[in-house]
């Protein structure tokens, strides 16, 4: 169980175009789910925290009208790369904590953007 | 942000051997946790630590919560080849889900 995937897991877009990454949660329900950058051979680090119904919480220095962030059920959350730049190229990650007042958080096995 | 400082940053070890790493906070934190990322995939968890002072297995590994709630170590026995990948330690506050991510430790072993 705990089975979180995203989608694409690798997309290739031109400068200025926006791109949607999907999180979902296959059997769980995930009142919070987190989005994550990692540049190469650096550590995760943590985007925003997305609440079902409610407005993503951002990290200092992310900037919200730049990565949009839906999490419209209790199974998925989207996050939009508005108007790329190749500065955005990075592996996106999310996690899924779920309904029951679990502790862990599970991850999605990420998803590579590249901006020409 | 915050980071977790880890070391050794990386390790060049032969199949059979032990691993230990560590991972070290100027804060405490009420849970600690332990993730293997293999290239080109989300982390997947290794051992989830509690309370202070906690010793918890998983098969091969072995990670303690430290008692000053600042740090703490996993082992690893009788290393095999599949062990290869990137360590990361994670802590929480406990007053949001927010985890912090260590800086990563990259094991590799020869056979």
């Known amino acids: 169980g705990a089975v979180v995937s995203q989608h694409p897991s690798r997309v290739i877009c031109k400068s200025g175009t926006s791109v949607k990454i999907e999180c979902r949660s296959l059997?769980?329900?995930?009142?919070?789910m987190f989005w994550y950058r990692q540049f190469p051979k650096k550590s995760l680090m943590l985007m925003a925290t997305?609440?079902?119904?409610?407005?993503?919480?951002?990290e200092q220095g992310v900037e919200k009208d730049k990565f949009l962030i839906n999490h419209a059920s209790l199974t998925l959350s989207t996050l939009t790369v508005t108007s790329a730049h190749p500065e955005d190229s990075s592996f996106y990650i999310c996690?899924?904590?779920?309904?029951?007042?679990?502790?862990?958080?599970?991850f999605g096995p990420g998803t590579r953007l590249t901006v020409l | 942000g915050q980071q977790l400082n880890q070391s050794p940053q990386s390790m060049f070890i032969q199949e059979g051997e032990d691993v230990s790493m560590n991972c070290t906070s100027s804060?405490?934190?009420?849970?600690w946790l332990w993730y293997k990322q293999d290239p080109g995939e989300g982390p997947v968890l290794l051992i989830a630590?509690?309370?202070?002072?906690e010793l918890t297995s998983n098969g091969r590994l072995t990670a303690q919560f430290g008692i000053t709630r600042k740090d703490s170590f996993l082992n690893i026995s009788a290393s095999i080849p599949s062990d290869v990948g990137i360590y990361f330690c994670?802590?929480?506050?406990?007053?949001?889900?927010?985890?912090?991510f260590g800086t990563g430790t990259r094991l590799q072993v020869t056979l």
């Open positions: 630590l509690y309370k202070a002072g």
């Open positions: 059997d769980f329900q995930a009142t919070t």
């Open positions: 996690s899924a904590k779920g309904l029951a007042g679990g502790r862990e958080q599970f």
């Open positions: 804060s405490i934190f009420n849970t």
């Open positions: 997305s609440n079902e119904g409610s407005k993503a919480t951002y």
């Open positions: 994670a802590g929480n506050t406990g007053t949001a889900s927010k985890l912090t």
